[in-house]
């Protein structure tokens, strides 16, 4: 009997200690971790371990008409919630909670607009992710959809006490942005968990192997890259490995570009726990960003991953993120020439990933968002 209430006390101890964290944000399961903003959900809610956080991810949502809760694990709940049917859940959970953490723009959505007004200015963390309403008016999503983002991203940083980003160049674009910003600001790039080079970087297979991994949203410039590939595919020992959550999509775009059934090109839809394979094989990688705010503000996952693996990037320009800063190895597409390449890893690339992985271990995020 002593006993049976000395184990109550502790685990009732524990529960009333425990910092209660809502995320804004839904809960990253195998399903949607091949996202790039859920990559990094997923890489943060790993830091928030479960037996020491009382963790909700809430999803608030305009259209649904119903609220959802689903128990993911002992302190892990996530709420589908209907604004309209849940608004006051929602303000209880928010003001009850020692930190709000919110992942990007899109994890408050647009009914951010009813119940940030509700909110002091307290610990409200904002993983910003990436500039929104210069994505949207990049993607020619509409003007007043540009205006209401706008709107949305102002309001937020009235209320935020403090402010992640991926890089300095984000940084700089938002102190300049606002230059009122009164928020503490950490630079924290996405350091993806299925990254495994501890047993090395390299596999040889005698075979000049270049990749892509990614889908088909234009920022991508699929066109460009499947040109490059028809000007080279000819060329003896080179290979091509395509990993894309679209398969059916860019097997269909190769096809209509006369790249069908070739014996080195290959094409799959792969977990990110399996890319580690084609990386350690890769010596290229393509990452067609436009020479754009959107992108060079940018720490996209797929750079963080080929560095990680010694890969040279292939790219349009070099004012990526903080990148032509480390000093990254790339070449532009425009020197893409089959005859130079080599089947050779870049240590200059792989050494940056290091630096910026000793510098960034988890602790200094969570430090960061609750101190």
């Known amino acids: 009997m002593e006993r049976l209430v000395l184990e109550l006390s502790i ?5 009333v ?14 399903e949607n971790i091949k996202e790039g903003m859920m990559q ?42 209907s604004i309209w049917i849940s608004f006051l859940l929602l303000l209880r959970k928010l003001k009850s909670a020692d930190v709000i953490y919110c992942h990007s723009l899109y994890g408050l959505s ?13 610990e409200i963390v904002w993983d910003v992710h990436g500039i929104i ?29 403090k402010v992640i980003v991926v890089t300095n160049a984000m940084k700089r674009h938002l102190l300049k942005k606002y230059n009122n910003l009164e928020s503490e600001i950490l630079v924290y790039p996405i350091l993806p968990n299925t990254i495994n080079v501890e047993d090395g970087f390299e596999i040889n297979d005698g075979k000049l192997n270049i990749l892509y991994a990614g889908n088909m949203q234009g920022y991508q410039n699929i066109s460009l890259m499947i040109k490059s590939i028809k000007k080279m ?21 190769f096809v ?14 792969v977990n990110p726990s399996d890319l580690n394979e084609y990386y350690r094989k890769a010596h290229y990688g393509f990452v067609l960003r436009d020479d754009i705010d959107v992108n060079n503000v940018a720490c996209p996952t797929k750079i963080i991953e080929y560095l990680a693996y010694g890969i040279t990037c292939i790219t349009l320009n070099n004012k990526i993120g903080d990148f032509q800063e480390l000093g990254f190895n790339y070449i532009t597409l425009d020197q893409l020439d089959n005859e ?32």
């Open 11 to 15: 685990y009732l101890s524990r529960v």
């Open 17 to 30: 200690n425990m910092k209660k964290v809502v995320f804004m944000a839904p809960f990253p399961t195998p």
């Open 40 to 81: 990094r959900v997923y890489a943060i809610d790993k830091m928030f371990g479960n037996d020491e956080y009382d963790k909700t991810y809430i999803i608030p949502r305009i259209k649904a008409l119903k609220t959802k809760c689903k128990q993911v694990d002992e302190n892990t709940v996530e709420i589908k919630l």
């Open 110 to 122: 647009l009914a951010g607009f009813l119940f940030l007004p509700f909110l002091k200015k307290k």
């Open 133 to 161: 309403p210069e994505e949207i008016k990049f993607a020619k999503g509409g003007d007043l959809k540009f205006f209401v983002y706008s709107i949305l991203e102002r309001l937020l940083i009235s209320k935020v006490t």
């Open 233 to 253: 595919v000819n060329t003896k020992n080179i290979y091509f490995y395509i990993l894309t959550g679209q398969r059916k999509e860019m097997i269909d775009n």
């Open 256 to 269: 209509q570009n006369g790249l069908g059934n070739k014996d080195n090109i290959f094409i799959d839809s």
């Open 340 to 371: 130079k390449l080599k089947p050779s890893k870049s240590l200059k690339n792989h050494q940056i990933y290091s630096k910026l992985y000793s510098e960034n271990k988890p602790f200094k995020l969570i430090d960061f968002v609750l101190k």
